[in-house]
Structure formats: structure tokens, C-alpha cells
């Protein structure tokens, strides 16, 4: 089989004559693009002749002195499953791909929203996982690496949608290629190429910045490996050195004789606290170190015999977590979920007792708000869940200074370095578009992402020489606390740079998620909407449906009529479904200004197919802002097909 050649990719320069190696993108399971031209590249020993067969087209050609080949395959129609066949001038010599499908692929990159895969949304979507034997869809996700070096290949493999598979796809990516599927009938493939906090200028190549000469600069920098390797070995000596004071100084566990990871009596010293939350607004303002938590829980006989599971959602920063003194798990990230299996027989019936070692380096520390909170089973049924929320015990271990992470450079998230990486071995391999889920990482620089994004789209598009290659962007979805009052935010400034970018770059679409996100999660768990928006944005702009409707209401122009403004859409009207509503209840979120530029909450009411918005507070209204938040929690400006508007602004303030 073809996955047994891959290994000796790393042996190129010692090529024989018995070999033939094709990069691991082009193996078994595949999924060719429909109706481009296609290549099959690879390694073998120079001056071979080499035959290939696929799909009724034959070809040969002979291997160069670099140990190069390539075919150029004509375009070809939607089908397979099909065979493709490399052989040599020694007969021996030969290789086969298996299982070959023939439809639309498509690129999912971003940051950790398209990162996020489908395990981590698994008790949400337990009956769609089951549901996932769908062998026409299918993924290669690319490794996780990075660095500056050109790469010959990208490493990973193909994998057909299926239940033991599915759980590692990227949520979005998956969702995504099944409603594309269910409506074209077509095998659909998923390169997968994201990670995790990535700004979008690690994903453009050196020609793609060269209007932004800061940014090369900074590459060119750290292209220096030996200045590189100082960096990061100075970061990991700061870290090791903070982590190993800590280690040292912390109450809890640096006395053999009284460890409080462990059921102890004396917690006459221990103070209360309510989580979640953080320790900093109830009691210990500015912390930094190790805190230690406690929980005492009542387990009925009848959940000792089941499976369990303990949730605590989200931990700010790394927690280390016991059960009756012994260790469950540990997590080294805020960002990553608390779902730990409990061993069977360590909850006894009655009394035990959780502890949790929480190390916080900067910022604030506690059990994140807005998840799940309990011991439960498995499977839960009515009663056979615990309630961990409400009053804990807790007890500082030590206090410390915060670990100077701010100064640190993330190498990963570096200008260029994800395009070397993980685009760039890509670039061969003919694609339908790209699916793009990104923008976090650059709210704090709104006013340069559209131009940077185009950059981008521009790069990619010259790179796999499409010039009207399809590029769908997700919104940035609602995050952190609601305002109290209207107010800035850099969030709704980068959505609004993504709005004017989809609608000012040809062969581009938008699809909005200001209603998917959470409140105290930055990755929200409804993966399957957003891959459901997202394809019905590849029907409009992709596959050139001009009867589905892919976007909620978007603003167009607005009139004054004495204290009142009236806003105009477009997307509105023009067939069925496409009208206004206000969900569940009425409008919110709207503010409303005067020529002094202070905002205030207005009311707002759809009237013959605009919507007028008004307040007592300013009498001469010369602006309006819609969903202007990081999380406008509650915005319901919809059409009738169920799709919101994206947030906006009448002003340029």
C-alpha cells in the first residue's frame, strides 16, 4: 500500500531505482479536483522512465537529475471510486493508489475556530457522529509544524468520513462538506490546513507582504535560525525558572506530610469562594501563582456503578486535578476543555472530595463561567448528574510575580511562517476554494486586516494560479461580557473590515456568526451552523446559485426623517424568505447618536421593508450602529430564512 512508501521520504537523496515516492497528499483515499487540470508529482531515480495509468488516461515521462517527476493530468468529470498506477522501467518498479474519488476540494485554513474538531463537540452532536458514514467525504488534515524551510511535502493522510474518523475532522470543515454534499451529489474532500492563534499574516508568503515591509522584516529576522534557536531557548529558560520557583515555594505540595491534593480534615484555614469564577473578583485582586480548590461531594450508590465523567469547562491556566487524592488529569492550556473520564471505583458512596491545583501565570485565574459544572454519567438520565457549581474552599500555595509572557515571540505565529509551512506543499494540488476561519489574533490591528486578508486572497489565488478562486469567509462571532452601555470595540471593527472585504473582492462571500459565539468561550461549540452558512455561501458564489439566499439582511443607506433614521438593505425582498424579522421579541441592539457622537440604546422597528430607529435621549440623530460589540448577546435583526444581519454602522467615526 501507498502509506508504506511514506516513510521513505525522508530518504530522497538516496533514491533507487526500486523506488517510487509520491508526497503523502497524493495517496490512498484522495480526492482529485473535477474539471481543472490536475498533477501527479513525485521522487524516483533519475533518467526513469515512468508510465502512469488513472482513469482511462495514460501517460509517461522521464525522472530529471533532481529526482523530480510530474504528470499533467487533463480535466476530468465528478466520479470514482478509481485506481491510479506509477510504473517504472523495471517492472518491479511500480506503485498504486487505491480508492481515488473525482469531485470538489476544498482548502479549510484559519486559526483555532476551523481548528477545532469535531470531538470537542461531541455530546452536542452525538446523533450527526453516528450519522458520519459518508465514505464520499473526506479529509486530509495537515500536521501540525512550522517553520521558515521550504518544504517538499505536507504530511498527513486522507481519511473517509466515518465515525471512527470523523471525531479528529475540523467541525466546520465537516459540516460544511456534508451540506455541499447532500446538495450536489458529489464526493467533496477537506485539506485542512489550520492552527491554533494565528494572525493572518503567518499565512502569506514573502511576495504576499511586500506591502508590508514591517512585517517582512520581522520574517527576515527569524529566518536566522541561531537567532531564532537564542530566542526560544531564553523564553523556555524564563519559563522553566518561574515554573520551577513555584514548583518549589507552593504550600500544597511541597510538604510530603500534609499534601493537599489529598482528603484532609484541617481546612480550618481555608477560606470560601463561589465558582465559576475567577479569585481575583472575590478575593485575591492581582494573583499570580498557585491557588488550590476543594469540593466536598455526595456520590449515591447507584452512580458508583456507572461510568462518570467529571466537567469543569474551562480553567485559566493550567490546572492539575485529583479525586480522593489521586490525579484525573491535567490541562496546560486555558483554552482546552476540563472533561476528564474518572477511573472506576475511585468515587466511593458518600462523601469524597475534588481538588484542583490551579497554576496561573497572568491574568486571571479560576474556573471559566458559561460551561457545564458536574460528575456526571456518561449517558446521563434524569438525577444522574451532580452539580459542581456554587461554593468551593480554597487556599493560596504561593503568590507569585506574573511570568513575563507578554514579552515573549510566539515563533508560530511569526509573518510568513504558516504559509512555508502548511500552504506552500499544498500549492500543486488542484483546489475549489478556500474556506476561511481567522481573524481573532488581529483585533487589535482592525484598521490593516482588510487590506492584509486581501493580500492574502491575492497570494493564494496567484500561488494556484486562479485568479477568481472562491474565498468564504466566516464573521468573527460574539465574545466576552455584553456592554452595559454602547461602546468601541476592535472585534466589531475587524468584522466590519471582513464585511467590505467580501463584498469589494470578486468571487468572495461572508457568513455570519454573531449568534454562535459564547460569552466566556472564544471557540463556541455550534461548528454545525456555521458549516451550514458557509456552504450555503459556496452555492451563491462557488457554484453559482442565483436562488439561494446566503446572507442575512445587509445595510445599505439610511435617511433622516426629523428624530428618526431610517436604515435600507439590500438582501432584502427579492424573493421568499428574504424578508425582515425581528427574532424573538423586539428589535435590540441598536444605538442611535447626534452630531456629539455619544451612542445610546434606541429603539428600533421593521416598518414596510426598512427598519426605523429612534430614542427620547437624542432629538437631532445623525447615526446608527447595529450589533456594535464584542458579544451585542441578543442581536435578532433576521430575514425569514433564519439568517442575521452582520453587524454595521452608518458612520466612519
Given at each position: 500500500m501507498l502509506k508504506k512508501t511514506f516513510i521513505f521520504l525522508l530518504l530522497l537523496p538516496l533514491v533507487s531505482a526500486a523506488q517510487i515516492i509520491l508526497p503523502p497528499l497524493l495517496s490512498d483515499n484522495m480526492v482529485l479536483q473535477r474539471d481543472q487540470a490536475l498533477k501527479i508529482w513525485g521522487w524516483a531515480s533519475p533518467g526513469e522512465e515512468l508510465s502512469l495509468t488513472f482513469n482511462g488516461f495514460r501517460a509517461s515521462t522521464k525522472v530529471l537529475a533532481d529526482s523530480?517527476?510530474?504528470?499533467?493530468?487533463?480535466?476530468?468529470?465528478?466520479?470514482?471510486?478509481?485506481?491510479?498506477?506509477?510504473?517504472?522501467?523495471?517492472?518491479?518498479?511500480?506503485?498504486?493508489?487505491?480508492?481515488?474519488?473525482?469531485?470538489?476540494?476544498?482548502?479549510?485554513?484559519?486559526?483555532?475556530?476551523?481548528?477545532?474538531?469535531?470531538?470537542?463537540?461531541s455530546d452536542l452532536y452525538k446523533a450527526d457522529i453516528k450519522a458520519s458514514l459518508q465514505p464520499e467525504i473526506r479529509e486530509f488534515a495537515v500536521k501540525s509544524d512550522y517553520g521558515f524551510r521550504h518544504k517538499k511535502y505536507a504530511e498527513g493522510s486522507w481519511k473517509e468520513a466515518r465515525p471512527e474518523n470523523v471525531m479528529r475532522f475540523s467541525a466546520v470543515g465537516y459540516f460544511f462538506a456534508l451540506e455541499l454534499y447532500k446538495k450536489y451529489k458529489i464526493p467533496i474532500g477537506i485539506i485542512h490546513s489550520s492552527y491554533p492563534g494565528t494572525p493572518a499574516e503567518s499565512w502569506i508568503s514573502a511576495e504576499g507582504l511586500k506591502e508590508f515591509p514591517p512585517y517582512r522584516q520581522k520574517a527576515d529576522l527569524f529566518k536566522d535560525s541561531a537567532y531564532t534557536h537564542k530566542i526560544v531557548q531564553a523564553q523556555k529558560r524564563i519559563s522553566a525558572d518561574w515554573l520551577d520557583v513555584i514548583n518549589k515555594l507552593?504550600?500544597?505540595?511541597?510538604?510530603?506530610?500534609?499534601?493537599?491534593?489529598?482528603?484532609?480534615?484541617?481546612?480550618?484555614?481555608?477560606?470560601?469562594?463561589?465558582?465559576p469564577g475567577f479569585i481575583e473578583d472575590q478575593a485575591e485582586p492581582d494573583f499570580n501563582g498557585v491557588l488550590w480548590i476543594k469540593k466536598k461531594v455526595h456520590i449515591p450508590a447507584r452512580m458508583t456503578q456507572s461510568r462518570l465523567v467529571l466537567e469543569l469547562g474551562l480553567i485559566d491556566d493550567i490546572d492539575s486535578t485529583y479525586i480522593n487524592g489521586v490525579n484525573i488529569g491535567s490541562r496546560d492550556n486555558k483554552y482546552l476543555v476540563r472533561k476528564y473520564q474518572i477511573p472506576p471505583g475511585l468515587l466511593k458512596e458518600g462523601e469524597n472530595w475534588i481538588t484542583l491545583r490551579i497554576v496561573d501565570k497572568e491574568g486571571k485565574c479560576g474556573i471559566v463561567q458559561g460551561k457545564s459544572y458536574q460528575i456526571r454519567t456518561e449517558d446521563p438520565l434524569p438525577g444522574d448528574a451532580i452539580d459542581l457549581s456554587g461554593e468551593w474552599l480554597y487556599k493560596v500555595g504561593y503568590r507569585s510575580a506574573p511570568l513575563p509572557s507578554e514579552k515573549f515571540v510566539s515563533i508560530d505565529k511569526l509573518p510568513e511562517i504558516m504559509y512555508?509551512?502548511?500552504?506552500?506543499?499544498?500549492?500543486?494540488?488542484?483546489?475549489?476554494?478556500?474556506?476561511?476561519?481567522?481573524?481573532?489574533?488581529?483585533?487589535?490591528?482592525?484598521?490593516?486586516?482588510?487590506?492584509?486578508?486581501?493580500?492574502?486572497?491575492?497570494?493564494?489565488?496567484?500561488?494556484?494560479?486562479?485568479?477568481?478562486?472562491?474565498?468564504?469567509?466566516?464573521?468573527?462571532?460574539?465574545?466576552?461580557?455584553?456592554?452595559?452601555?454602547?461602546?468601541?470595540?476592535?472585534?466589531?471593527?475587524?468584522?466590519?473590515?471582513?464585511?467590505?472585504?467580501?463584498?469589494?473582492?470578486?468571487?468572495?462571500?461572508?457568513?455570519?456568526?454573531?449568534?454562535?459565539?459564547?460569552?466566556?468561550?472564544?471557540?463556541?461549540?455550534?461548528?454545525?451552523?456555521?458549516?451550514?452558512?458557509?456552504?450555503?455561501?459556496?452555492?451563491?458564489?462557488?457554484?453559482?446559485?442565483?436562488?439561494?439566499?446566503?446572507?442575512?439582511?445587509?445595510?445599505?443607506?439610511?435617511?433622516?426623517?426629523?428624530?428618526?433614521?431610517?436604515?435600507?438593505f439590500d438582501k432584502v425582498g427579492d424573493q421568499s424568505g428574504d424578508e425582515l424579522e425581528a427574532r424573538n421579541g423586539a428589535l435590540k441592539h441598536f444605538a442611535i447618536a447626534g452630531e456629539d457622537k455619544v451612542f445610546h440604546w434606541a429603539k428600533a422597528k421593521i416598518k414596510n421593508g426598512r427598519v426605523q430607529v429612534w430614542s427620547k435621549k437624542v432629538k437631532q440623530p445623525v447615526a446608527v450602529r447595529y450589533a456594535w460589540a464584542d458579544n451585542p448577546q441578543g442581536c435578532n435583526l433576521y430575514n425569514k430564512s433564519g439568517l442575521p444581519a452582520s453587524p454595521f454602522r452608518t458612520d466612519q467615526w
Open positions: 523530480t517527476w510530474e504528470f499533467k493530468l487533463p480535466a476530468m468529470q465528478a466520479g470514482g471510486p478509481y485506481d491510479l498506477e506509477l510504473k517504472g522501467t523495471n517492472e518491479k518498479n511500480r506503485l498504486k493508489v487505491y480508492n481515488i474519488l473525482i469531485g470538489d476540494v476544498w482548502l479549510c485554513s484559519g486559526q483555532s475556530n476551523m481548528d477545532y474538531q469535531l470531538h470537542k463537540s507552593d504550600e500544597g505540595s511541597s510538604s510530603p506530610q500534609r499534601l493537599w491534593k489529598n482528603n484532609i480534615s484541617d481546612l480550618k484555614d481555608w477560606h470560601t469562594i463561589s465558582f512555508y509551512s502548511k500552504i506552500e506543499p499544498l500549492i500543486k494540488y488542484a483546489i475549489r476554494g478556500v474556506a476561511w476561519y481567522q481573524g481573532e489574533s488581529n483585533t487589535s490591528k482592525y484598521s490593516e486586516y482588510k487590506e492584509l486578508l486581501a493580500s492574502l486572497i491575492n497570494d493564494w489565488r496567484n500561488k494556484w494560479q486562479l485568479r477568481e478562486m472562491p474565498f468564504l469567509i466566516v464573521q468573527l462571532a460574539n465574545y466576552m461580557d455584553p456592554p452595559a452601555l454602547p461602546s468601541a470595540s476592535d472585534w466589531a471593527l475587524l468584522r466590519e473590515a471582513q464585511a467590505k472585504l467580501a463584498r469589494e473582492v470578486s468571487n468572495s462571500g461572508l457568513a455570519v456568526a454573531i449568534d454562535f459565539g459564547e460569552q466566556y468561550d472564544i471557540h463556541p461549540a455550534n461548528k454545525k451552523d456555521v458549516g451550514r452558512r458557509l456552504a450555503l455561501v459556496a452555492r451563491e458564489v462557488a457554484y453559482g446559485d442565483s436562488t439561494v439566499i446566503s446572507s442575512g439582511p445587509v445595510y445599505r443607506s439610511m435617511s433622516i426623517s426629523k428624530n428618526k433614521i431610517d436604515l435600507y
